[in-house]
C-alpha cells in the first residue's frame, strides 16, 4: 500500500486509482474503478478517476514537479495550493462557473474536483463550429463577479491586501511577463515562428520602436497595478462548455492585476476561432453563420461586461470614492483599454511566441495559415497601438473586420 | 528582574534601561544608564539610553499597541519588524543615509538603533530657518537608490514580488487611504479644520467635483501600483539632519506603492517650510534668502532626482523592456506628475485633516495663518489638477510662487 503521506512523488493512473479509494470519502469500498490520465495542459497531470459500476467519477489534478511546456520553467507546486483556493472563491464568487473543489493535498499538491466530461474544452468545440448562445452572459458574469468583487472598489481594502499577499505567484507570472510582453515582440531564440510568417514579424512588429514602447508600458503594467483577482489564464483552453454550462477551469496563473488581462484573452481566443473558421469552414453558409455568431459574442461580451459591471458597481461598491461622479466610467474605461492591448498581445505571441493554439496551427494548406498568422498579427498591433480609441463591442469588431480586409 | 522573553508590555523609561542592560550587548557592566522617551511621533515610544560615564548612547523604539494619534486606529505590532527590515534594506541601497539598527525583538516589539541626538529633526530645523546645503543631494541619492533599485526595472521580479509580499501594511496604508486621499476633500468628522479657513475649503475644495474624481484616481493608483519599495511618510518630520548628514528615519508606513509618493512628500513639506518663513520670519532679507534657498531646494530636488534616476537606470536597470527607446523618459515622467499629484494631497491634508505640521499652526496672529491655509489648499489643487503639466523643478516653484501671488 502507497503511503501519499509521506513525501511528493508524480502520480501514475494506478496510484491515482489508490488515491482515490483511500484518500477520499467518494466511492464506495465495492466501487471499480478505472483512471485515464487525460492531462493536456503544460503543468500538471489530470487523473479522471471513474467507478465503472456506477459511472460516478472524479477529477484529481496533480501539479508537476516542472512544467511540461519546457523544462527550463521549473514551478513551485504551490500553485496546485493556489488553484485549490482560487476555485474556492470564484464558486463564492461566481457560483455555478466553475468546478467544485473538494480537497487539497499539499503533500502530493494535488486537488480533487468534479469531474466535467460531460462538457467539452470551448476550444476543441468552436474549432468544430460549434455554437454556444449561453457564452456570452456566463463569461460576463463570471468576468464581473471574480474581477469587480475582488477589487478595492467592492473589497474591504485590508481584506483586499491580505488576498494580494495570498495569491503572490512569482512563477507563473514570469512565465507571462516574458511569454506574452517580451518574446514575441522580438527576434527572440524561444519563439516559434512559422517560415511563411517571420517576413512579416520582421517588418511589422520586430522594426516598429513605437509598438515595442507600447509592451514596456504594458508589461510594467501587468507586473505593478494589483487592481483584481486574475483567473490569469482565460483562453478558450481553460473554459468548459455545453450548451447551457460554462466551467472556468485552471486558475493556477491567479494573482492580482489589471482585470483587462482576463477579459482581453477571452476576446483574442474567439478571434482565433474566428480565423479558423474562415480558413477552414469549407461551406460558405456555415462558415458566415459562424463567424457572424463568433463576432456578434465579442461585442456582446464587451457589451455586456460593462453593463452588468456598472450595475454590480452601483449595487456593491463599498469604497467611498467609488461613488464619486464620473470615477466608474473612468475606471471601466480603463479595462476597456487594457482589454484592447492584451487581446492584441493575445494575438501576437500565440503566433510568434512558443505556446500556440490549434486554432491556427492547423490550418491548411500553409499560405492559408500564412494568411491567418498575418491578420493575428496586424489586427493584434492595432489593438495595443490604438487602444485608446477602443471602447464598444463594435470597435473591436469592426478592428477585427478591417483586419480581415487587409489580406 | 523583568523577564522580556515572556510577553509585549510597553515599557517606561526604567524598563528601557534594564532591556538595554539584559538584552542589548551595547554597554559595559560599569556603565551608568540613563533613559528618557523623546518620542513625539503618533505610534511609538522612542528611549533614549545613555551611558553617563562614556556618554555612549542608543535608541530603543517599541511599537505602541494602539497609535497615539487616536484610539481609533488599532494597529498590528508588525510595523516595527516591517521599520528594522526596512532599515536594514535602505542602509544597502543607500548607505549612510539610514540610522544604522542592530537588533529587531519580535516579542517585545522593539528596534535598536543609532543615536541620532547630535542630529536635529529636520521640520524644526526649518522652524529656525536654518539651511542644509547638502540635503538636496542627499534627499535624492536616497530616492532615488530606494525606489529605482526596488521597482521591475532593476530588481529580479521574482525577488521583487517576494518583497511586495513581505511589505503588504494593510494597517498603516489604510491610515494613509483614510487621512490623505479620502477625507480632507470632503466635509468629514475627523478633519479638524481651522475656523477661518472652512468658507475657503467648502468653496474651493469640497464643492469641486473634478478635482473629487482626481482624488479617486489617485487613491487607487496607491491601492494598486505596487511600483517601489517606499518609504510612506517622508515628511521633514522623518529626517534628522546636520550640515553634512541627512538620517531619514522611521519607515514604518513601508509597502510598495507608486514612488512620486514619497518625492511629492518631501516637495510639500518643503513648501510648509516656505510657507511658515514668509508668514513668521520678520527680518525682510534674511527672509527672502531662507526662501531662495527652499524654492532652489525645490527645484533642485526634482531636476537632481530625474537626472540621478536616469543615470542609475542607464547602469543598474536589468528589465530588456527597460532599455526600450523612450521607455525610461515615459516612466519618469509618471513619477513626476505622481510627485505632482502628492505635493497637492500633503498640501491639503495636513490643512484639512487630522493631523497638522507645526510649520503651519504656529503662524501667528490668525489672519497669517488663514492666508497660509489657504495658499497651501490652493497650491495643493492646483498640484492636483495640473499635474500631467509639471515636469521640472521650476514648474514645482513657479506653481507655488503664482499661487503665492494670489494672496
Redesign the interface.
Known amino acids: 500500500m502507497i503511503d501519499f503521506t509521506a513525501h511528493y512523488f508524480t502520480m501514475k493512473e494506478a496510484d491515482a486509482i489508490e488515491y482515490a479509494r483511500t484518500m477520499l470519502d467518494y466511492f464506495d469500498a465495492s466501487s471499480e474503478l478505472t483512471c485515464k490520465e487525460i492531462g493536456d495542459g503544460n503543468l500538471n497531470y489530470v487523473f479522471r478517476v471513474v467507478d465503472s459500476k456506477t459511472g460516478r467519477s472524479i477529477i484529481i489534478k496533480q501539479a508537476g514537479p516542472v512544467a511540461r511546456i519546457s523544462d527550463e520553467f521549473k514551478l513551485s507546486t504551490d500553485r496546485n495550493r493556489i488553484e485549490y483556493e482560487i476555485l474556492k472563491l470564484q464558486n463564492d464568487l461566481a457560483p455555478g462557473l466553475v468546478p467544485k473543489v473538494y480537497k487539497y493535498d499539499p503533500i502530493m499538491s494535488c486537488c480533487v474536483m468534479d469531474d466535467l466530461s460531460d462538457h467539452i474544452i470551448m476550444r476543441k468545440a468552436l474549432m468544430e463550429h460549434q455554437s454556444f448562445p449561453q457564452f456570452a452572459e456566463d463569461i460576463t458574469t463570471f468576468m464581473v463577479n471574480t474581477l469587480l468583487l475582488t477589487s478595492?472598489v467592492v473589497m474591504e481594502?485590508?481584506t483586499k491586501?491580505?488576498l494580494?499577499?495570498s495569491f503572490?505567484?512569482?512563477?507563473l507570472?514570469?512565465i507571462t511577463?516574458d511569454l506574452v510582453?517580451?518574446e514575441p515582440f522580438m527576434d527572440h531564440p524561444r519563439n516559434d515562428v512559422f517560415p511563411p510568417t517571420r517576413a512579416f514579424a520582421e517588418a511589422e512588429l520586430w522594426a516598429d520602436?513605437e509598438l515595442?514602447?507600447e509592451?514596456?508600458?504594458l508589461?510594467?503594467e501587468f507586473?505593478?497595478?494589483?487592481?483584481s483577482l486574475l483567473h490569469g489564464d482565460l483562453h478558450t483552453g481553460s473554459i468548459f462548455v455545453k450548451k447551457d454550462s460554462t466551467k472556468v477551469i485552471d486558475p493556477e496563473f491567479a494573482f492580482y492585476g489589471p482585470a483587462g488581462y482576463d477579459v482581453g484573452n477571452i476576446i483574442a481566443n474567439l478571434i482565433f476561432a474566428y480565423i479558423h473558421t474562415d480558413a477552414m469552414l469549407a461551406e460558405e453558409v456555415r462558415k458566415e453563420e459562424h463567424k457572424n455568431w463568433l463576432a456578434k459574442s465579442i461585442e456582446e461580451i464587451i457589451d455586456m461586461f460593462k453593463v452588468k459591471f456598472l450595475d454590480a458597481w452601483k449595487e456593491k461598491a463599498t469604497e467611498?470614492?467609488?461613488r464619486?461622479?464620473?470615477?466608474d466610467q473612468?475606471?471601466l474605461e480603463g479595462i476597456i483599454k487594457d482589454t484592447s492591448a492584451v487581446t492584441g498581445l493575445e494575438l501576437c505571441r500565440r503566433t510568434l511566441g512558443i505556446a500556440h493554439v490549434k486554432d491556427i496551427t492547423t490550418i491548411q494548406p500553409e499560405e492559408k495559415r500564412a494568411r491567418a498568422e498575418k491578420l493575428c498579427l496586424a489586427a493584434g498591433k492595432r489593438f495595443i497601438l490604438e487602444r485608446s480609441n477602443i471602447s464598444r463591442g463594435t470597435d473591436f469588431v469592426r478592428l477585427l473586420k478591417e483586419s480581415e480586409a487587409r489580406f
Open positions: 478595492d481594502h485590508k491586501k491580505e494580494v499577499k503572490i505567484n512569482p512563477e507570472c514570469e511577463e510582453y517580451t520602436k515595442l514602447l509592451t514596456a508600458k508589461k510594467f507586473m505593478q497595478n494589483a487592481q467611498v470614492a467609488s464619486y461622479e464620473g470615477f473612468f475606471y
